[in-house]
Structure formats: C-alpha cells, structure tokens
C-alpha cells in the first residue's frame, strides 16, 4: 500500500513565520501535490511537482513555494504565514509522468493555525 | 475553466436509508476524467472511483452505485443501506486528459458531508 506521510497533524504558527509542512511518500511515485482544503471550498491545488526538482504553479499559488530535491519528499513552504493561510493542508501522490489521471494517493492532512 | 458543484454541503440520514449524491460539473474539453473520493474522520482522502468521458455505463461496487450522464453533465453517487461507516465527506472530481499537466491537475468540489445516525 502507498503510504503518504505528513510530518505534522497539527501546526500553530504566529503571522510573519517561516513555515515547511513536509511530505514524503514510499512507493516511488514521480507526482506528487499539495492541496488546500477550506470549508465549502473543497480543495485547491496550490503546487505539483512531476519530477525531483521540477514544480508547476497550480491553482492558489501565491504566498507559497515548494521544494523537491529527492523524489519521496516534497516541502511547502510559506515564506511569512499569514492568518489566511489558516486551512487544512494536503500532500497526495501519483505515479507518473505519462500517466496522469492516475488517482492519488492522499495524507491525513496538517492542519495549519496562524495566530 | 473546468468547474465542479457539489450543492448538498451536508446530508442526514438514519443507518439504512439510501443516499444519493449530487455531482455537475463544467467542461469545455470532450476528454475528462472524473472521481469520487471519500474523507473519512481521519482525514486522509480515499479513492473510490475513476470514471473516463468515453465511458457512460453506470457501475456498482458493493452497497456504492455511480450514475454518469453526461447528456446532464452529472457523476451521481448513491449509498444503498447506508452504515455509520459511510459517515464522511465525500469529494467529486475532475482531470482533463490534454496533457500531462492538466491531467495531473484535479478540479474539486466543495464536498458533501455525510452524516449517518445510527
């Protein structure tokens, strides 16, 4: 079974913080998102990655960055947090590249407070 | 853009009845993929079904139905005889096939919460 782990299951942060949620997944899988999960909002892609160092803008990406510099771990980084930026945050994975539509493979989730 | 409406954000039942959830969606592309996923309590997003714009035959797994209509532009989910278990929020989706990039790039709905009493 594809495991998809997040370092964190829940984050309080002050405004203005440097903040990393790290994901790192075990089978190998050369997709990998994270996504943005807000009340009646369903979730939002915010970056992908289909390769180590390789990264595509998705939906809300501002106020974020990513990193992938090894194929299982892929960081979000938000470079000052902000009260906004308080959500449920989301890392899946896929296996890739050419084949997209794949299902993916989700992490319980960090749930981010910004304070 | 590619659009997903999930109207019901929140459905009540008693354990046994059958549920049904709704699922439109918008698109300008005639190859699309769409999903259904469920998020149980703990939070991590379970696949359930993948359904490609080709493919309009209804399918059923277990006690879970899906009604694809693509006249209507809807991906409908029943739960027949619903449990406790089935209580989650459960999330349509959908990719488009042109590329990688935009296969890779899953439009959510916002979610219906399902709650079943026992």
């Known amino acids: 079974d594809v495991k998809v782990t997040q370092s964190s299951r829940y984050l309080v942060k002050r405004t203005g913080e440097k903040v990393f949620l790290e994901c790192v997944q075990d089978m190998d899988h050369e997709n990998m998102f994270w996504y943005r999960q807000d009340p009646g909002l369903g979730l939002r892609l915010i970056y992908f990655s289909y390769d180590v160092k390789m990264k595509e803008k998705g939906d809300i990406p501002e106020g974020y960055s990513v990193s992938r510099e090894k194929k299982e771990r892929f960081s979000l980084i938000l470079e000052s947090a902000s009260t906004n930026q308080t959500s449920m945050y989301l890392c899946?994975?896929?296996?890739?590249?050419?084949?997209?539509?794949?299902?993916?493979?989700f992490g319980n989730g960090t749930r981010l407070t910004v304070t | 853009a590619q659009k997903v409406t999930q109207a019901q954000t929140e459905i009540s039942v008693v354990e046994k009845e059958d549920v049904t959830l709704d699922c439109v969606y918008e698109?300008?592309?005639?190859?699309?993929?769409l999903f259904w996923y469920k998020q149980p309590p703990s939070g991590e997003l379970v696949f359930l079904i993948r359904r490609n714009s080709f493919d309009e035959q209804n399918e059923i797994s277990g006690r879970y139905s899906w009604n694809f209509q693509k006249s209507t532009s809807s991906f409908n989910f029943t739960i027949t005889a619903s449990q406790v278990v089935d209580s989650a929020v459960y999330f349509c989706?959908?990719?488009?096939?042109?590329?990688?990039?935009?296969?890779?790039?899953?439009?959510f709905g916002g979610g219906t919460r399902v709650l079943v009493k026992p």
């Open positions: 899946a994975s896929s296996l890739g590249p050419n084949t997209p539509n794949l299902p993916l493979h």
């Open positions: 698109t300008r592309d005639t190859t699309y993929y």
């Open positions: 989706a959908l990719s488009e096939a042109k590329s990688q990039a935009a296969g890779n790039k899953l439009t």
